[in-house]
């Protein structure tokens, strides 16, 4: 990188993590830590909310995403506007008046100490998994800039996102978001100005759009209904309905940023601004993928998007093969570059109807070298990652975009990947001091002691993110990847919290069995490929509320026979 990337880089982060550290001074006791004093505006807890939804993963990946598939993956987001209602609605004010510091906390009061623990746990295991993720996608972009080791990469992304977070807690990690996603929003729209000011001279935005929907990639919308596949309208109202109600509604890494809101009416605003946001915005960082597509119509693209991989093959006995594909990719490129000029320039229906035609042929072809290339890189090298869509947005950032903008995207990644990380690793920490440590082994100490504790904990937990982070590489997509995740252990989850909100009746017990059925039955389904991801989010959470009935059922029908 420039100099200029450098100091843009350095000084963008820097100036980030000074100003949380100043703002969180004088935090006291768990109130403080926890929920940084429950004293934040809406707009903060917007902020706060967005971004840590809004990882690193999100702005690596969706671009690439789109380039790959289209636009449908944003169908996933159909159902969040609907779940934030139910969550500003019922979730926050419940967990308000409760006056809890976790969302686990609220079902021993509802339920028991057992029940409390299991979902405890299952958020501890499925968010200490995620947090990896979360690292891996910086780490993986500084290892590209500095060509460092990937495992030094996530040495670094991971112990500078846990120093600050240790040392300022929830009130750190708010008040650095808001200034992180102000980095990230202008370095967003920047990135996707410069893809179209880039084009060729007389090619527009709009004429970009029309040769990205004429191989395929503005498709947005599918309307069949169909359970194995992974996006469609369907999918994403229903089963991304569960999946953000889960998310929103229960996992501690959003439930304790907008418990930090002053009031519950600044907490809903907070809630419901993100939801009127989060479509636009996610369509929107789609976009510049379907615009790269129309952009590589113009400009020479690599065959394979992870350079660091071409370097190897480059030296090993398949490089005469690489060559020789590469020679193929060329050849295409030229003729896609003067289809894709003769497309634009048509008047005549018919020539327009048959470049376009022309122009899916040549995707089809350039799809065929690509996968050969898989390929051939596979056979050579067994150990390495064939899947390089999370390559696909920066090495357009770092061949095109001139110095000064390159560390500006770059800083993007960076704060995207520390709001969401310093957020997962505050909840795993208040998790585990609240629902497990001052809940069941040390009960009776004062306050300075547990909030010592979190800060080691929030250690623990970066560092088993670290660890996570060094086998992300093999998960494909990652925000594929951190969607399953979630999806796996979501459901059940949900089903506890609805059960408790409005199926009075079931008691600890019976809601205890009945998720670790319904969890089992998540695994099953995942492992056996019976349905797409988003739909176990609404299996775990219909399979939890069945279960309860059932052994509700059959535990108060035991109860009247023994009294009879």
């Not at 002691?449 to 990652?478: C, D, N, P, R």
Request: with cysteine; aromatic share 14%.
């Amino acid at each position: 990188m420039h100099i200029l990337d450098w100091i843009v880089l350095v000084g963008t982060l820097l100036a980030i993590v000074l100003y949380g550290i100043y703002k969180s001074r004088g935090n006291k006791n768990m109130s403080d830590y926890f929920l940084g004093s429950k004293e934040m505006p809406w707009y903060l807890v917007m902020f706060s909310v967005i971004s840590t939804q809004a990882s690193a993963i999100t702005f690596i990946s969706a671009p690439g995403q789109a380039f790959t598939d289209g636009m449908r993956f944003v169908q996933f987001y159909f159902g969040m506007p609907l779940a934030m209602l139910v969550v500003s609605f019922v979730f926050m004010p419940m967990f308000r008046k409760a006056n809890v510091f976790t969302a686990y906390q609220f079902l021993e009061q509802r339920f028991d100490v057992k029940t409390r623990a299991f979902t405890a746990m299952l958020f501890l295991l499925q968010r200490g998994l995620s947090a990896g993720l979360t690292i891996y996608a910086p780490a993986l972009i500084l290892s590209s800039v500095l060509g460092w080791n990937i495992f030094v990469s996530n040495l670094v992304m991971g112990g500078l996102v846990i120093i600050y977070t240790v040392s300022g807690g929830a009130k750190a990690v708010a008040y650095t978001q808001f200034q992180q996603m102000l980095v990230i929003t202008l370095g967003m729209f920047i990135a996707g100005f410069m893809v179209v000011k880039l084009l060729p001279e007389g090619v527009s935005f709009f004429d970009a759009i029309k040769i990205s929907d004429a191989v395929g990639n503005m498709n947005t919308i599918t309307t069949n209904f169909n359970m194995s596949d992974k996006y469609n309208v369907w999918s994403g109202l229903i089963g991304g309905f569960f999946l953000s109600l889960a998310y929103f509604g229960t996992d501690q890494s959003q439930v304790g940023r907008y418990l930090t809101g002053k009031s519950e009416s600044e907490s809903r605003k907070g809630l419901l601004s993100t939801a009127a946001v989060k479509i636009p915005m996610q369509y929107s960082i789609l976009l510049i993928g379907a615009l790269l597509v129309a952009f590589y119509h113009f400009h020479s693209s690599p065959l394979f998007f992870n350079e660091a991989v071409i370097q190897k093959i480059e030296n090993t006995a398949a490089a005469d093969d690489f060559h020789k594909l590469n020679t193929d990719f060329s050849l295409l490129e030229k003729k896609k570059k003067e289809t894709a000029f003769a497309f634009l320039k048509a008047e005549d229906e018919q020539a327009q109807l048959q470049l376009k035609r022309d122009l899916k042929n040549l995707k089809s072809e350039e799809q065929k070298l690509r996968a050969e290339t898989k390929s051939l890189i596979a056979q050579t090298d067994a150990s390495v990652d064939t899947n390089d869509v999370n390559y696909i947005f920066m090495n357009f950032v770092l061949r095109y975009l001139p110095a000064g903008l390159i560390g500006l995207l770059i800083a993007v990644i960076f704060c995207a990947s520390w709001s969401s990380t310093a957020s997962e690793l505050n909840a795993l920490s208040s998790t585990s001091v609240i629902d497990l440590y001052k809940r069941l082994i040390i009960t009776d100490r004062n306050e300075n002691h547990y909030v010592f504790i979190s800060k080691i904990l929030t250690v623990f937990w970066g560092l088993i993110a670290i660890a996570v982070a060094q086998f992300a590489s093999e998960l494909g997509s990652m925000i594929e990847a951190v969607n399953v995740l979630g999806s796996l252990f979501y459901g059940t989850v949900l089903g506890v919290f609805v059960v408790a909100f409005f199926v009075k009746y079931i008691k600890g017990t019976a809601v205890f069995f009945a998720a670790v059925i319904a969890e089992l039955i998540v695994i099953v389904l995942f492992k056996t490929d019976a349905t797409a991801f988003l739909w176990l989010n609404m299996i775990g959470c219909v399979s939890v509320i069945v279960f309860g009935v059932l052994f509700q059922f059959i535990i108060s029908a035991r109860a009247k026979e023994e009294i009879i």
